[in-house]
T-cell receptor, first 109, second 112 residues
Framework: DAKTTQPPSMDCAEGRAANLPCNHSTISGNEYVYWYRQIHSQGPQYIIH???NNETNEMASLIITEDRKSSTLILPHATLRDTAVYYCIAQTGANNLFFGTGTRLTVIP | SQTIHQWPATLVQPVGSPLSLECTVEGTSNPNLYWYRQAAGRGLQLLFY??????ISSEVPQNLSASRPQDRQFILSSKKLLLSDSGFYLCAWSGQTNQPQHFGDGTRLSIL
């Protein structure tokens, strides 16, 4: 499974878009990119996932580069409740999700 | 819609005591089920997963065991807890291949 690299922390002003990057340069063709977030003392929450095409749901958008070596999670209008640790995972299937250290996003009022 | 329940939310146990954590899923059938542990400030470590009743795969050797007596019930057990068993235990479910996992609220286990 591909290793992912994320910045350890980011800040975002409330109401602005939060763009969280992830590098997965060794990703293989059948590996999906999953994004989860974990708010302190809670279980991880699934956000979005994709293979090749950009994806959008009610929570976020996922932009995957054409070579699939990196992706960006976009929270269009960040709120204080979006403060959490965000995990990017590149994996075949979903049977063993390796959660690294993620990006700690702090939304600032 | 599907929901996942874990209990208890917190648990304090003495060293050497037994453990039983329960997880149930509603609103779906034949889910894949998972037990993870998260140490303080660390990522999640997969302990067990199950693709069906009575089918358990262990990812990490330890003094914990898992059982799946019913389709939507997953139990994590230990006969004698160690101090190193402290942590945040999370249960999750997913549909079939390439479907995302959905997590419960977790059990925070402290061993004294």
């Amino acid at each position: 499974d591909a290793k992912t690299t994320q910045p350890p922390s980011m800040d975002c002003a409330e109401g602005r878009a939060a763009n969280l990057p992830c590098n997965h340069s060794t990703i293989s063709g059948n590996e999906y990119v999953y994004w989860y977030r974990q708010i302190h003392s809670q279980g991880p929450q699934y956000i979005i996932h994709g293979l090749k095409n950009n994806e959008t749901n009610e929570m976020a958008s996922l932009i995957i580069t054409e070579d699939r070596k990196s992706s960006t999670l976009i929270l269009p209008h960040a709120t204080l409740r979006d403060t959490a640790v965000y995990y990017c995972i590149a994996q075949t299937g979903a049977n063993n999700l390796f959660f690294g250290t993620g990006t700690r996003l702090t939304v600032i009022p | 819609s599907q929901t996942i329940h874990q209990w208890p939310a917190t648990l304090v146990q003495p060293v050497g005591s037994p453990l039983s954590l329960e997880c149930t899923v509603e609103g779906t059938s034949n889910p894949n089920l998972y037990w993870y542990r998260q140490a303080a400030g660390r990522g999640l470590q997969l302990l067990f997963y199950s693709v069906g009743i009575g089918q358990i795969s262990s990812e990490v050797p330890q003094n914990l065991s898992a059982s799946r007596p019913q389709d939507r019930q997953f139990i994590l057990s230990s006969k004698k807890l160690l101090l190193s068993d402290s942590g945040f235990y999370l249960c999750a479910w997913s549909g079939q291949t390439n479907q995302p996992q959905h997590f419960g609220d977790g059990t925070r286990l402290s061993i004294l």
